[in-house]
Nanobody
């Protein structure tokens, strides 16, 4: 079992910035990767950004140029820096961890953190 905990959510005005953080109870060497998803009311959960153990990153097109995902090796925390936020970014953001279990991958979720973007 991997414990995944998000932090850093909160209200922000349009154009503002926010940094979300996610810690996992497993070390990076045991992980395939980690990612951030979001789910707005009435919509499906979507992948916002991810980072593999190798450092390869992926971004949702809507977040390209505004969002940056990074992995702090020293603290084993994955950050999602979000700049130039828009009301359309309003969602619950979830951290996702993929654990390398050899023959298969284990997937674990955090509880989610609210990010309302409004003036």
């Amino acid at each position: 079992q991997v414990h995944v905990v998000e932090s850093g959510g909160g209200s922000v005005q349009p154009g503002g910035s926010l940094r979300l953080s996610c810690s996992a109870s497993e070390s990076r060497s045991n992980m395939e990767g980690m990612g951030w998803y979001r789910q707005a009311p009435g919509k499906e959960r979507e992948l916002v950004a991810s980072i593999k153990n190798s450092g390869v990153t992926y971004y949702l097109e809507a977040g390209e140029g505004r969002f940056t995902v990074s992995w702090d090796n020293a603290k084993n925390i994955v950050h999602l820096q979000m700049d130039s936020l828009k009301p359309a970014d309003t969602s619950v953001y979830y951290c996702h961890a993929a654990l390398d279990l050899g023959d298969y991958v284990g997937y674990y979720w955090g509880q989610g953190t609210q990010v309302p973007v409004s003036s």
